[in-house]
């Protein structure tokens, strides 16, 4: 069971500085589809965008590190951050907490850096209902014979969150449509190429850019 929350007030302020620079993007999928894989190799080749890093109580996995990938702390430590209200989003999946501190992403936007916030489907249709201001990408798989194909190959989980995360697939993947953007991972150099046109095209679109360059702008206009 999954189960989130969302705060009415940090949306309002995150929204509101985004009339700035920064751009928050929403990138969902169905776990194993190589979401994470894309928009590590995405925010690589591109400049002043960044991953949102979330906070969970969950085990680390190997490799992962503390501070980088996530915050890691305990289910104790967590609920009192969602007492004081310290977090954007927030959700329960698989009895291990996951949540995006508004703080984190308020700053970084404030500075003009782009987010990515990789969430669940039920997380972005929290915001949604928020109407926050954001660019939403939906990844798909090429079939969902490969999508188990791939969660079996990565050997990160049992047989039977395999199988959970297989069935929340079926209903994550119904609400692709309500996304503004979808990729299918099929061969992963295009997937990322079609990732990173989205991203270049958003930041060419005109309040962006006149905010980018208003003294250019400014200066071309007062020539005469």
Known sequence: MIKHSVNITALSSIKASMQAIGTL??????????????????????????????H????????????????????????EM???????????????YYGTTKSWVNEKLQQGIDVILEIDVQGFQQIKEQNLEC??????????????????KRAKDSDEIIK???KTAHKEISCAQEFD??????????ALVDLRSIIRS????????LTKHRELFNNLINKY
């Not at 969970?56 to 609920?79: K, L, S, V």
């Not at 969602?82 to 291990?96: G, S």
């Open 25 to 54: 993007y929403i990138v969902a999928a169905a776990s194993g589809t190589g979401k994470t894989s894309l928009v590590t190799m995405l925010v690589e080749s591109l400049n002043n965008i960044i991953v949102s890093v979330s």
């Open 56 to 79: 969970t109580t969950r085990e680390p996995r190997h490799g992962e590190r503390d501070e980088e990938d996530y915050f890691f702390i305990g289910n104790n430590q967590f609920e």
């Open 82 to 96: 969602i007492a004081h209200d310290e977090f954007l989003e927030h959700a329960k999946v698989f009895d291990n």
């Open 135 to 152: 660019v939403t990408i939906f990844i798909l798989p090429p079939s969902f014979e490969e999508l188990k194909k791939r969660l079996e």
């Open 164 to 166: 959970k995360r297989l």
């Open 181 to 190: 953007y979808i990729v299918v991972n099929d061969r992963f150099d295009i």
């Open 202 to 209: 958003h930041r060419l679109k005109s309040n962006i850019q």
